[in-house]
């Protein structure tokens, strides 16, 4: 029987409330269904995972990857919802975008203020992601995140406001709304092959630019054994001499750089002579990636057993380059 699967991985939107009113995980499988109203398809709910998305790990997250795969292989599913927290739900819905090739809707939401709090935004939340997982229009977009009645894409979304119902935003705009359970789409994002999955490199890091930013953590971070590190830098990708220089110390010892932007939109690329100093350097320029998305990108290329130039050719196959 054809059925949408909703797979509980915890956040505020399940989130329950602990001494002194200090919102912690906790709520199980099967609650989110049970307080929803009648849909048009039947919803199988599966818990994958209980507490507040600032405490995923890597583990936790491939767990949720490989049950959004067995869901998806079923085929009686229509469509998957993941309920998430906000902090980490960006990334979690990224990952999903990577490896997920066929047209069987994915969608992430989640919600601001947790159940019983006044205004909770989850169960619409919850709703308008049901109607676009089970609608025709979600087929063939990925994963998105549907939020506030905003249909984004997953590569491109990032979550812009702390407390805000409207918590997420995309660089290029909505591909449609939901409103009283209809889907409209204004637009469907590119697809890039998807690429295989063999777990996360736990050495990657991120590195901030900032002014006068000496390369002493990109120093320690590659003599204490990191194959890859993102570089947050400034502006279109460009960083002092320090930086540049201990850029070339981490590519000559082996460790894949990637270049993204401090900015939120624009992307970078090497033109201005500090970013084609890092590009000569042997830094790979990730487009309009944000540093948290490029740190997974980078971790799963190494776990795949890429090393740098083979990242850097896997960068320009999945379109981040």
């Avoid at 009648?38 to 790990?57: C, F, H, K, N, Q």
């Avoid at 890039?192 to 971070?221: C, N, Y």
């Amino acid at each position: 029987m054809a059925h949408l699967v909703l797979l509980n991985a915890g956040g505020t939107i399940s989130a329950e409330a602990g001494p002194g009113g200090v919102l912690r995980g906790g709520a199980g499988p099967a609650v989110l269904a049970q307080g929803l109203p009648d849909a048009a398809l039947p919803v199988r709910e599966i818990g994958v995972y209980r507490g507040l998305s600032e405490d995923m790990t890597f583990a936790d997250v491939s767990g949720l990857l490989a049950a959004l795969a067995m869901a998806v292989a079923d085929p009686q599913t229509r469509g998957v919802v993941v309920a998430h927290g906000t902090d980490t739900l960006e990334e979690s819905a990224f990952l999903a975008d990577l490896m997920h090739g066929a047209d069987t809707p994915v969608v992430f939401t989640g919600a601001q203020r947790a159940p019983g709090a006044l205004g909770f935004d989850g169960q619409i939340n919850l709703m308008d992601a049901l109607a676009v997982a089970g609608s025709e229009e979600g087929r063939g977009l990925g994963a998105v995140i549907v939020f506030a009645g905003r249909i984004l894409a997953a590569r491109h979304a990032r979550k812009r406001r702390t407390t805000a119902p409207d918590a997420f935003g995309a660089d290029g705009g909505d591909l449609g709304r939901v409103a009283a359970g209809a889907v409209q789409l204004f637009a469907r994002p590119v697809r890039s092959p998807p690429m295989d999955f063999h777990g996360l490199d736990a050495s990657v890091e991120i590195v901030t630019a900032g002014l006068g930013a000496s390369g002493r953590i990109l120093d320690l971070l590659t003599q204490q054994g990191a194959r890859g590190v993102v570089l947050q830098a400034l502006g279109r990708g460009n960083v002092g001499r320090p930086l540049v220089e201990a850029t070339a110390r981490a590519t000559a010892s082996g460790c894949a750089v990637l270049v993204v932007s401090r900015s939120d939109e624009g992307g970078v690329a090497p033109e201005y002579e500090a970013g084609r100093r890092l590009a000569d350097a042997g830094a790979h320029f990730c487009g309009r990636l944000d540093a948290a998305k490029a740190r997974l990108a980078l971790a799963c290329l190494l776990a795949n057993g890429l090393d740098s130039a083979g990242v850097g050719a896997a960068l320009k196959t999945y379109g981040f380059s």
